[in-house]
């Protein structure tokens, strides 16, 4: 449809979105960037720190843009990172 | 009245006879029909010459057929209106009287003659004698031709899903024939399916279109090709072929729509269906009632959109393992042999409009979006809430004709549709909460239809408060959000300053943004509001100029749901016809080759814009596959050594025309060349409106632009013409795919040619014109009148020199 949306959805507010919360174990980072790569949201970016193994892990952009899908847990191969749901919000 | 002149012409066998119309007063108002009769009588080869009122009448055209029996004509002559209206007519008497069809030609001294110059019987009549003696000396030169009969697919491609798509394709599957329809959005039902109720029935508009939804879905004969979208159209009437792009909707047919799938999405964004009113998730259904009921996955939105599935919640949650993100575009090859093209409208965007605050104030909102809202499938479950706090407004009001019969928003048309929306959407109101206030601001209310005055009397009676005059402004109360509405109300000449909690604002219907895309695959023509063009606005009204091809709904201009399903049921039935008779003539108006001249240039070959030329080098000559040629006679304006020619405008006929306009006083005049898809219509359409131009100008109707060779425009400068007119479509609307760039490119050769020999290239001009540009017609005429009247005798008289000698040396 060809029309220009001008007005905020009504249901807007019904809508949970997911809140994220992302956890980066920054030291079991080896710097394959496949997290990077492959989150569709464009979370995450390489940081300019140096970890203990001595490359740099990735740091977190915007954690309200992440929609929990889960896939930089799934291609982490060092299990460096993982996501859980933002405690006492929403509820319903 | 009647002139015979049997004895004169006994050596010659040529027998033209010539019918000068009155056509009542319409030409003999401003032309003096007898004189103009009496002139042809002296015309070589005429051997009977009358004026009668009515040629087109049956007593006229029963006069026809008597003499060519009792004359023994041969060649007839009919001076009446344009030739696209009446030809067909008294091309089939000739053919009654046996007279082959092709021996038949009109000279338009209506339209491009007593219409455009009302004010100058003198001049009109002049010119109407030009224009008897082109067609005559045309007439002379005419050929017998034999139709070629092709078959004709008997299927029929529908484009676009609203309500007149359904409808054309449901007549003509019920017909028994083979329909595709094809839809862009996910879903078909167009604006129908987005409306709350209709006019003046107060029907609920889903639930009168979702049995008919559902109808086309199962129907056997109708095959669906949603999220679709057509992207090459070749052939001609009877014998498409069409390419559909299927995109992917990346769930199968199995899906059961149990909308498990949405619960787990985590991406959201407006549902366009509801004007954003709504919220969607990546993987969705439009509405409630969608046929096909399928889901569809937006790419653009989908966490999967780079190819790697990141995201697989859809997947799991589809007991039926539906989702299928694999799912690749597809192009369908479709053979079809009649097209509907049922693409609709778009709704005019009134952000343009700054005084009205939409898209600012939040409590002012557009009548699509109101639909919506008192929908009760709609995002408030039918509560008409205004958008800022979320309340049922107390007090409304509509303001009419936005983006309609207005300089300002630049669409001058009345939309059709808005008054009586208005009216029901104000009772719909009054239905479910009588106390709430209604204003409507209107310029006039348009209730002309069958049931319409009815309701609009209702309305007034159930309180709604009509006011005269448009609001100059909307202003926001800043706290409350509510809108200010100040005008002046012309029927009291006084000024209002009324406060309502919601403006709706009335917007109108506006052609496609993308109507550009169906007019260049289907070589269509479009009138200046936008809209497509018929054929003829009253006889007509469903056929485009392209055979083969009809209209229904908002398309074609902007219609109310009654008025396009009778359109669509006609469409139906025009393309029916077609295709229960199975086969169709095709035109006679190919390329004739003279094997003898040809050198096997291959020039032609390459300017045909239907591959229809084959080289075959090694008998030295070309081959013309007849069936796939579309007419236009390119190849023969291409040819050098006069090898090709076009059936039916030949070189001769042409030529012959050129010579009977330069006959006399030839530096005064334009040879002006028209094609008969856009600029000769135009000219029509310039008659119909009665547009005033200089009586200067001579028409010579090719097909194409493309047909115009060099050799014609050097003719008419080497008879002394003042000035060569070349028109044609605007680049890219070609009638046949891409011709005219061979007229710019001959065009252009000609000004090189004429700069170098020292001429004033000013004398020869081209001109795009559409067939709804009338004015651009007249204008382009009156702008070269002091030109031409500005030309030197030693300047006609060099060009004679210079094209004589260029003509005699080729």
């Given at each position: 449809m060809p029309e220009r949306i001008r007005h905020a959805p009504l249901d807007k507010d019904k809508v949970r979105l997911v809140e994220a919360e992302i956890h980066l174990l920054k030291d079991e980072c080896k710097g394959c960037s496949y997290c990077i790569e492959f989150c569709p949201r464009k979370v995450l970016e390489e940081s300019e720190e140096i970890n203990a193994r001595g490359v740099h892990p990735p740091k977190i952009v915007d954690e309200s843009k992440c929609m929990m899908c889960g896939f930089c847990t799934d291609v982490c191969p060092d299990f460096a990172i993982f996501v859980v749901e933002k405690k006492g919000k929403g509820g319903s | 009245m009647t002139e015979d002149k049997e004895s004169q012409s006994k050596e010659d066998d040529i027998r033209i006879g010539v019918y000068v119309c009155h056509c009542g007063l319409n030409i003999a108002g401003s032309v003096d029909c007898a004189e103009v009769a009496?002139?042809?009588?002296?015309?070589?080869?005429?051997?009977?010459?009358?004026?009668?009122?009515?040629?087109?009448?049956?007593?006229?055209?029963?006069?026809?057929?008597?003499?060519?029996?009792?004359?023994?004509?041969?060649?007839?002559?009919?001076?009446?209106?344009?030739?696209?209206?009446?030809?067909?007519?008294?091309?089939?008497?000739?053919?009654?009287?046996?007279?082959?069809?092709?021996?038949?030609?009109?000279?338009?001294?209506?339209?491009?003659?007593?219409?455009?110059?009302?004010?100058?019987?003198?001049?009109?009549?002049?010119?109407?004698?030009?224009?008897?003696?082109?067609?005559?000396?045309?007439?002379?030169?005419?050929?017998?031709?034999?139709?070629?009969?092709?078959?004709?697919?008997?299927?029929?491609?529908?484009?676009?899903?609203?309500?007149?798509?359904?409808?054309?394709?449901?007549?003509?599957?019920?017909?028994?024939?083979?329909?595709?329809?094809?839809?862009?959005?996910?879903?078909?039902?167009?604006?129908?399916?987005?409306?709350?109720?209709?006019?003046?029935?107060?029907?609920?508009?889903?639930?009168?279109?979702?049995?008919?939804?559902?109808?086309?879905?199962?129907?056997?004969?109708?095959?669906?090709?949603?999220?679709?979208?057509?992207?090459?159209?070749k052939g001609y009437i009877g014998n498409f072929r069409v390419k559909v792009l299927k995109k992917p909707r990346y769930v199968l047919k199995d899906c059961s729509a149990c909308g498990e799938c949405v619960k787990v999405c985590p991406v959201v964004a407006p549902n366009e269906f509801d004007v954003g009113l709504a919220i969607r998730h990546a993987i969705y259904t439009p509405f409630a009632q969608a046929v096909p009921s399928t889901y569809v996955i937006d790419m653009n939105l989908c966490l999967n959109k780079d190819g790697v599935i990141v995201c697989d919640k859809c997947i799991k949650a589809c007991e039926r393992q539906a989702v299928k993100f694999e799912m690749k575009p597809e192009v369908a090859e479709l053979e079809v042999g009649t097209i509907i093209v049922a693409t609709g409208a778009d709704v005019f965007d009134p952000s343009g409009l700054p005084h009205y605050g939409y898209g600012k104030y939040p409590n002012v909102i557009t009548s699509l979006e109101f639909e919506r809202l008192i929908n009760a499938g709609g995002p408030s479950g039918g509560h008409l809430l205004r958008p800022s706090d979320k309340q049922i407004p107390k007090r409304v009001g509509f303001v009419q004709c936005v983006g309609s019969r207005s300089d300002k928003s630049g669409r001058l048309y009345c939309s059709n549709v808005c008054c009586m929306n208005t009216i029901k959407d104000s009772l719909l109101i009054k239905e479910h909460w009588p106390d709430t206030e209604i204003y409507v601001f209107y310029v006039d209310i348009r209730a002309y239809g069958k049931g319409f005055e009815d309701l609009y009397n209702r309305a007034r009676k159930a309180g709604v408060v009509f006011v005269r005059g448009l609001p100059a402004q909307i202003v926001e109360d800043r706290k409350t959000h509510n809108v200010w509405l100040i005008g002046e109300n012309t029927l009291q000449k006084e000024v209002y300053r009324i406060n309502v909690d919601m403006a709706v604002l009335s917007i109108g219907l506006e052609a496609r943004k993308d109507s550009e895309v169906i007019q260049r695959l289907l070589t269509l023509s479009r009138d200046q509001d936008g809209f497509f063009l018929e054929a003829h606005p009253k006889l007509r009204p469903v056929d485009a100029a392209t055979g083969g091809v009809f209209f229904a709904g908002c398309a074609e201009s902007p219609k109310d749901i009654k008025d396009s399903v009778t359109q669509a049921s006609a469409a139906a039935a025009r393309a029916g016809i077609l295709m229960a008779k199975g086969k169709v003539t095709v035109e006679a108006i190919t390329p004739i080759t003279f094997a003898e001249k040809c050198t096997a240039c291959g020039l032609c070959v390459k300017v045909c814009p239907y591959n229809a030329i084959i080289l075959n080098k090694d008998l030295k000559r070309v081959e013309i596959v007849e069936a796939a040629c579309g007419g236009c006679g390119t190849c023969a304006a291409e040819c050098n050594f006069g090898a090709l020619t076009q059936n039916h405008f030949t070189d001769a006929q042409i030529t012959a025309q050129i010579d009977a306009v330069t006959e006399h006083d030839a530096d005064r005049k334009i040879v002006a060349f028209c094609c008969n898809w856009c600029s000769y219509a135009g000219a029509d359409f310039a008659g119909v409106s009665r547009m005033q131009y200089p009586p200067n100008v001579r028409i010579i109707r090719t097909m194409c632009s493309g047909r115009v060779a060099p050799k014609f425009v050097e003719r008419a400068f080497a008879r002394g013409a003042g000035a060569v007119l070349v028109t044609g479509c605007h680049l890219g609307d070609c009638h046949y795919i891409n011709a005219n760039y061979q007229t710019q490119k001959r065009v252009e050769r000609l000004w090189k040619k004429m700069e170098q020999g020292g001429l004033n290239k000013e004398r020869l001009q081209l001109l795009w014109a559409s067939a709804a540009e009338g004015e651009r017609f007249a204008s382009k005429i009156r702008e070269m009148k002091p030109m031409v009247e500005s030309v030197k005798p030693e300047e006609i008289g060099k060009a004679k020199k210079f094209f004589e000698k260029a003509l005699g040396g080729s």
């Open positions: - | 009496k002139f042809a009588g002296t015309l070589p080869h005429v051997v009977l010459a009358q004026d009668n009122r009515y040629t087109c009448s049956d007593q006229g055209q029963a006069g026809i057929k008597n003499d060519i029996k009792e004359h023994r004509l041969n060649r007839v002559v009919v001076a009446s209106c344009s030739p696209r209206l009446h030809e067909p007519t008294f091309r089939k008497a000739c053919e009654e009287a046996g007279l082959n069809k092709y021996l038949f030609e009109m000279a338009n001294i209506r339209e491009h003659c007593s219409w455009v110059h009302l004010y100058d019987k003198e001049a009109g009549t002049e010119k109407a004698k030009d224009l008897v003696r082109m067609a005559a000396a045309k007439a002379a030169l005419l050929e017998p031709a034999v139709e070629v009969e092709v078959p004709i697919i008997r299927k029929a491609l529908v484009i676009g899903g609203g309500v007149a798509g359904i409808q054309a394709a449901l007549d003509l599957a019920d017909t028994g024939y083979r329909v595709f329809l094809v839809e862009k959005e996910p879903s078909i039902g167009g604006m129908m399916a987005r409306i709350d109720k209709t006019f003046p029935t107060m029907d609920c508009s889903i639930c009168i279109l979702a049995p008919k939804m559902s109808d086309a879905g199962h129907h056997p004969n109708v095959e669906l090709l949603t999220n679709s979208e057509v992207s090459e159209v």
